[in-house]
């Protein structure tokens, strides 16, 4: 199994450029989240997938989007990238799509975005 | 208010001593699950440990336990026999029983010295 995969690795926006960031995982996990790292702010939830076609607003959505039409993959849209957004993405996946708090979240290798 | 704290921006360590991280956490909830993550220079997310607020035991695995005090809101990471390899970001998260997504602190980065 590869877990989750994310792609680019690293990727270089001038303001106002739009992009997908690609995640596919092929652990058969319901849930599927995107989150931001910033320095000295920890990771904060972007969004969030229960399952395909269902998907949700974490902590800090806007500027971003995303569609769930497979169990697979959760691609993130940044539809005008802005210097703010420049910061480390993850994707993540777990199994449960419902209130599992023993599921742990497996992350991909992040992409380190840089909008000019 | 933060869901979950992580005063340490930063410790040293000797090698082969054992080191505590803090977490504290905030909830309302009966049910949830804590968690710790490892990351290295190298940027990827490792799980490390696990408790859930119903586990009357602290969790273990390997050189990593987890103090978990309830009452106090506490799940402190420990690292026994601390290794070079050890250096890294450590981060606590929380995940509660209505809600899907995870939560974090801000992260202790951890320094072991020779």
């Known amino acids: 199994n590869a877990g989750v995969t994310q792609t680019p690795k690293f990727q270089v926006l001038k ?11 092929d652990m058969n996990h319901e849930y599927m989240s995107w989150y931001r790292q910033d320095p000295g702010m920890g ?8 399952g395909a076609g269902i998907t949700d607003q974490g902590e800090v959505p806007n500027g971003y989007n995303v569609s769930r039409s497979t169990t697979e993959d959760f691609p993130l849209r940044l539809l005008s990238a802005a210097p703010s957004q420049t910061s480390v993405y993850f994707c993540a996946s777990s199994y449960s799509r419902g209130t599992g708090v023993s599921d742990t979240q497996y992350f991909g290798p992040g992409t380190r975005l840089t909008v000019l | ?9 930063g410790m040293f360590v000797q090698e082969k001593e054992a080191v505590t991280l ?17 990351q290295p220079s ?19 695995e390997g050189r990593y336990s987890l103090n978990f005090q309830k009452a106090r809101k506490s799940a402190n990471l420990v690292i026994s026999a601390s290794q070079l390899g050890d250096s890294a970001m450590y981060f606590c998260a929380m995940r509660e029983d209505v809600f899907n997504d995870m939560r974090f602190g801000a992260g202790t980065r951890l320094t072991v010295k020779p």
Not at chain 2, 48 to 53: C, T
């Open chain 2, 42 to 60: 190298s940027g990827e997310m490792i799980f490390l440990i696990y408790q859930g607020s119903y586990d009357e035991q602290n969790a273990t």
């Open chain 2, 22 to 38: 803090d977490c504290t956490y905030d909830t309302s909830d009966q049910s949830y699950g804590l968690f710790w993550y490892k």
């Open chain 1, 15 to 25: 303001t106002g450029q739009s992009m997908t960031l690609q995640c596919a995982q």
């Open chain 1, 43 to 50: 990771l904060r939830l972007i969004h969030y997938s229960v």
């Open chain 2, 1 to 9: 208010a933060q869901k979950i704290t992580q005063t340490q921006p």
